[in-house]
């Protein structure tokens, strides 16, 4: 077929993948807030329960805030990645489908561990979720680091390590939160809040 000629690779558009994500990102992030569900009392009730209620929400709005932080830090993430991207092969094309894939995920997850935040399987399959979602960051970033003919421009040598460790901050806090929720479900969530905090320390590192 003229125009097609055979044994040339088809590649998507850079931008078509990443309206693609773009989009993906914003509909997760506005279906969290579908996961905090108010009791609707009668209007006799509502005057005597609603406080009581909207107190008992607190700790689905706190899993709400922290998925929303971590999946803007994955956001963040991709974008920078994308920085060096010039175009997409398939195999780059498939790992930014299977990050997808999780990322629609995690509004389910995180309904399930705002629900019951003192449940071991509820918050576990919320730290697999993130777990998964930033291992897939990881194997992206090496794809792109190891396939310099997608780049432009081609990252630096010196700075692969560092936004190796940067892909690699929410897979290991995931795994901290993992460890944490064997003793205390409910507090291992507070474990993201270190991701911010580890961001920052590491720009006094050296080497970092």
Request: aromatic share 12%; hydrophobic share 60%.
């Amino acid at each position: 077929m003229k125009g097609d000629p055979e044994g040339i690779e088809y590649h998507i558009s850079k931008n078509r993948l990443e309206t693609l994500v773009d989009g993906i990102f914003a509909f997760a992030m506005t279906l969290l807030v579908l996961g905090i569900n108010l009791p609707k009392p009668t209007d006799v009730l509502a005057p005597a329960v609603l406080t009581g209620l909207i107190e008992g929400l607190v700790p689905q709005v706190f899993t709400f805030i922290i998925a929303f932080l971590v999946l803007a830090l994955f956001w963040l993430a991709h974008h920078r990645q994308f920085h060096f991207v010039r175009r997409v092969d398939p195999a780059l094309l498939w790992i930014n489908i299977f990050i997808l894939i999780a990322i629609v995920f995690v509004p389910f997850s995180t309904d399930i561990a705002g629900d019951y935040p003192g449940v071991l399987s509820a918050v576990l399959l919320l730290h697999a979720n993130m777990l998964i979602v930033g291992l897939l960051f990881a194997v992206e970033w090496h794809h792109i680091c190891r396939h310099a003919d997608l780049c432009d421009p081609v990252p630096e040598q010196e700075s692969m390590p560092r936004w190796f460790f940067r892909s690699a901050l929410v897979p290991v806090v995931a795994i901290i939160a993992g460890v944490v929720a064997v003793f205390s479900p409910s507090l291992s969530l507070m474990t993201y809040l270190l991701l911010p905090a580890i961001a920052y320390l590491l720009r006094f590192v050296s080497w970092y």
